[in-house]
Each structure stands twice: as C-alpha cells, then as structure tokens.
DNA sequence: TTTCGATTTGTAATCGATTACATTTTTTTC
DNA sequence: GAAAAAAATGTAATCGATTACAAATCGAAA
C-alpha cells in the first residue's frame, strides 16, 4: 500500500522523531516519564505523521478498555434519558466511555451482551434493568466483571446498587395527600412483582396506618406504568359510589392518564379530585395541569452508580454497597387541600 | 496464577479438542468450514473450558470492531430517545454494537470522540449533532472513517444523510390550519443559524404565500426549542390588539409552553385558539389537550441511516446518498375549525 | 487401485501497541 | 572529579486472536 495512506504506526512516529517505540508510547502516555526536549520531538512527529494509536492494539496490550457498558431495557424510555446524561457525564470526566445495550427486555440479547462483556470488550457493567445478565451457557464458573446495578436493585444478589428510597418517597407523598385533607386515596399501581412498585405500594401502606387507616381495595388500581391504564384506572374510579379524593400514581405517566380520564368526564383536576405522580419524568412540570409528584434524582443516581462502578473497576473500596438516595416531594398544580 | 482462574484462550480450547487454534477459530466464525464432528467436539471443549473469546485480539488481528459510534449533542433530550432505539435496533439486527458518545455539544468532547472513532475503536459513525466532528489536530489528510448523518443534515458537506422533509411538513401543518379556516397564524421559531428551524419556517411561508397571504412580522415570535419560550410567546402574543386564530411552533415542547401560557391567561385551548407543534414526541398525545403536531418517523429515521451506514461500512454501494422521509400531519385536540 | 480435485486441518506470521528489564545518560553528593 | 543515585531511553517479549499458505485427508471417477 501506498506509504501516505498506510495508517501511521508506532514506530512510524519512533522513526521519525529518531526514538524508540517505546519512548514514543511514554511520551503520549506518561509524558513526565520523558525528557520535555524527547517529548516536543515526539509530538511534532505525531503532528508530522498524523499518527493516532490503535485502540484494538493498546486494549490487547493493556487488558483495559476504559469503557463502561449500560444495560438498558429500553433506550426510548424517557425515565431512563436523565439517568444516562448523569452515566455519560461522571464517565467522561473519569476518562471511561459509554456503551449502550439495548435489550428490549430480550434476554438472548441480554445473553449476547453478557458474553460480549465477559469478552473484554468494556471494564465494567451497568445494570439498568433489574436483573442479572444470564450467565453464559455452560455453567463454568468466570471471572466475574465489576458491576454495578441502579434504578432498580436486584433481589437475591450482592450486587451494589443505587436506588432512590421508594418506599419512604411514596410515604412521603401520601403524607402529603393526608396533610392536605385527603382521606379516601387512591392508588394505581404498577406491574406486580415488579420490586418498584413492591416497595412504592409499601409506602403508601405505612402513610395511611400511621393514621390508622386501612387501604381501602376500592380504591386500589393495578396499572403497568402506561399512560392506558391510568386513563382505565379513572374511569374505574368514576364507576365507584363516592369518588376518592385523591389519587397516588405510582408513576408520571398513569398520573397524566389520571388527569385525561377525569378531565375527559368533566371532571376538572385538582378542583374535583387531586391527583400525585412519581418520577418527575421531564414533561410532570410542563403538563396542564403541572403535575404533583416525586422527584427522583435521575441523574445523580446514574452519577453515583458510576462513580461507584469506576471505584471497583480500579480497584478501591466501595465505602457502602447499597446506596439510597432521598426523593424530593414536588408539590404542583394537580394538588389542593381538600 | 492458577490454571482455573486464567482465562481460557483459544489454545487452550484447541488443546482440549485435539485440534489447532485455527480450526477452533474457524469452527466458531465459520462453522461449515469445519467437518461437524471437529465443530462438536470444539464445542464441546469451549464449554469445558469456559471459553470466550477476547474483543480486542480479534479486532486487532481483523481490524474491525462492529460497533459503530453514535454521537449525540444530548441523550437526555427525548427527541433522540426514538432515534436512538430505531439504531439500536438496527445494528442489532446486523450484528453490530452501539457505542454512545454524548457530547453536550462541547467541541472539546466531539475532538476526543472524533480522534478515538479515528484510532479504530469504531467501524462507522452515526451524526446526530448536525455538525462533523472537528478535524483531529495537525491538519494531516485521514483515512476516513464511515459517516452518516441524521436529523439533520451538515450543510456544506457531502456527508450522507437522513432526516424529515422539514420544508414540506411545515407547509402541510400550515395549509391545514388554513384550511380549518385560521388566517391569522403566528409561528413561533427554533433559534437561528439552525438549519431544521430555516427550513421549517420557509415551509411557513409557502404554504401563506401560497394563499397569498404574506407572514406578519407580528405574529413571529422567537424561541429556542424550550417550553419557557413556548410560555413567553404566548404572553407576547396576549399583548397585541388582536389574537392570531392559530399558532404554529416549531417543536412541541413550545406549542406546550404556549397551551400554558394561554390557559393561564384563562383562554382555553383549542377553544380560544388553536395550537400546532411539531415532532411528536412521545408525550405530545398524552397532553392535556392531546397535541395536534407534525409526527416525525423517529425511529426509522435511525433505521434509515443506520442502514445506509452499515452499506458504506461493508462497501456496498449507496443507493441515495439524501433521504428526506415525509412527516405526518396528526391532528389532534390542540386545534378546531374557526 | 490409482489419481485428481475438493475438503479439511495445521503451521506460523501477523495485527500494533505496552512494559519488564537492561542499558545509557544525567544529576547529585562528597 | 569519582562514585552513587536517579532519570531517561532502548530491546524485545507479549497480549490472543485470524488467516495465508502448505499439508493432509477424503471421495469420486476411471
């Protein structure tokens, strides 16, 4: 191949600059390893050669990538967006790169993601999805890779993990609806099994028997976090004799279903009925009504999950191993006192 | 270190099976190039051994990695959410990998991502920032790396690329508020030098001038793609004599700063006055009222480009190197006949 | 059975960096 | 100025796969 458009090598630069290779990897990599007078004549050469390693090379060499994979179940799920940036933010300042795998909740891609990470191909896992990665076939065991597991933790494993404290936040909102004079409150759940939606649904639990009161069946929804069920979850509620005064939805999205339905019927939010979210997924303040609800911290806790990842990546002590964040109540337009 | 915590290499495998390490190569990349009772009998000895294969000595050896880099201004922004899936889902299907580079539209981040794409750590790139990343430093000529853009296309370069027929969907959005019998129709603009908002606009005033109708300066207001913006046009608006009958923004986010800032303003929406947006993002039909917008194929955008870039990445031919997909006009609550 | 071609397998070079260890150069100390 | 210590550089092995080419095996045809 021609000699000006064969890609530079090492000892292109080596040659020219009138060093060794090794002398030319020091210079670009650990400068202060290298006489300034070598270095200025390595990188003119660089200049002059228009060299650039090889990434494939150096990660053969060096058995590191300085890239982080995230396990997404869905990359269009607006929840996730926010935790991403925090991913993508703390990764970059620490010198990491982002991988993104999205599994659409497969598990053979879950599988293909797995084994690719066992393959070398990122330092490090970030479990977006509330389960392990399968193990690859043929139970040997394997060195395991540094991860990490957030928004979710994952039950039965040791995995660290960050989270934000649902059920508190949900105790938290439904003191709220109680403060405010609510006492027939509603709640839409989310999917069942889902650890989420266990520990949101306990907090609403603690909030009405720290009043002595009992959750009332009626009034309790199921729902599977879509904007569909929460229109559903109103119009089973307009089916009842006597209306709650108040709905908690265990996310943004049936909260806004919430508000269509009721609106739909003529019934107007928060004069008729109140209504509360969780998540504060980007659009809860813009809607109309702005929505009251919980605000998780999305990008912190893709922050922290991070941090957390580089610190077993290279090789520190985790100083706590199951991190739960604070949420924020954000009271809103969707919400008046009784 | 112990032979059952070293990570099995391919020799090993060979060893296990009675074979060489080309055969159990071959068996694994190009099974029917192997007699079937050596490919079992490899099989079987990967299992044993716990076998995976290293990333990075494969992609040194063969100088590929399939994985190709999207590069993105901003994950967090919901409007690339959908892009991002139709990508995913179509390296995917072709069997490459998704590497996310977020640059925050910072030049700095955008040189290092360009470099690494440059140093093989990617097959191919993915532009979803409307600009080229930055000539590394040290101007020397490059081989170049396999680019698509999408959403929006580079001016003045010959990059490949995908995005809506912004023009002609505007104009479409515009001829049907005129048909409902709106005359007085405001527009409510994306920041300037932005090559979407140009072309979005001259579709504005096609469709006007096409009526005879010539745009009132009056009735333009300034925005930057933000809700807050949104919100203060529609205060702006409220300050003239009289009201436009309609108002066209150019993405969703104002048309819902707008529908709050009338309702606050105690005009109802679509009542008082029509509200149109465009792109269609995933909580435009959820808003109360539902969103009347210009729905942009999202995800096939990225589907589109990811395939067009995965030709130019295993050499075939491009079949079109310009791809305007049409937009739809989805009509929805926000807007009523005058 | 022999021969020829096709199929299957093996040998060993190669991709391009990093780094242990050895060697040389420079600096410091007395 | 010599010896010792420190700093800078060089040599060459190494990471773990793929694959060109050579060699062996197999099957079919004569």
Known sequence: MDERLRKPRIDDVARRAGVSTATVSRALATPDQVKPKTREAVEKAVLETGYVLNVAARNLRTNRTHAVLAVVPDVANIFFSLVLRGISDTLHQHGYRLVIADTGNDPERERDHAEFAQAGWVDGLLLLNGRLLPAPTGGRRRLAVPTVSLCERIPGSDIPYVETANREAARA??????????????????????????????????????????????????????????????????????????????????????????????????????????????????????????????????????????????????????????????????????
């Open 173 to 338: 909102m439904t003191e709220r609806l109680l403060q405010l004079g609510h006492r027939r409150i509603g709640y839409v759940s989310g999917p069942p099994n889902n650890i989420l939606e266990h520990d949101r649904f306990a907090g609403y639990r603690d909030a009405l028997a720290a009043r002595g009161l009992a959750p009332d069946p009626a009034l309790v929804c199921p729902g599977d976090y879509t904007l569909a069920t929460g229109e559903a979850a109103a119009t089973a509620y307009l089916s009842l004799a006597e209306l709650p005064d108040a709905v908690f939805a265990s996310n943004d999205a049936m909260a806004m279903g919430l508000i269509r339905g009721f609106t739909a019927a003529g019934l107007s939010v928060p004069e008729a009925i109140s209504i509360a979210g969780f998540d504060d997924i980007e659009f809860a303040g813009a809607y109309n009504p702005a929505l009251t609800t919980v605000h998780q911290a999305r990008s912190e806790i893709g922050a922290r999950a991070t941090t957390m990842l580089i610190d077993l990546i290279e090789g520190r002590q985790l100083a706590s191993r199951e991190v739960h964040l604070p949420a924020e109540i954000v009271m809103r337009d969707s919400t008046r006192e009784r």
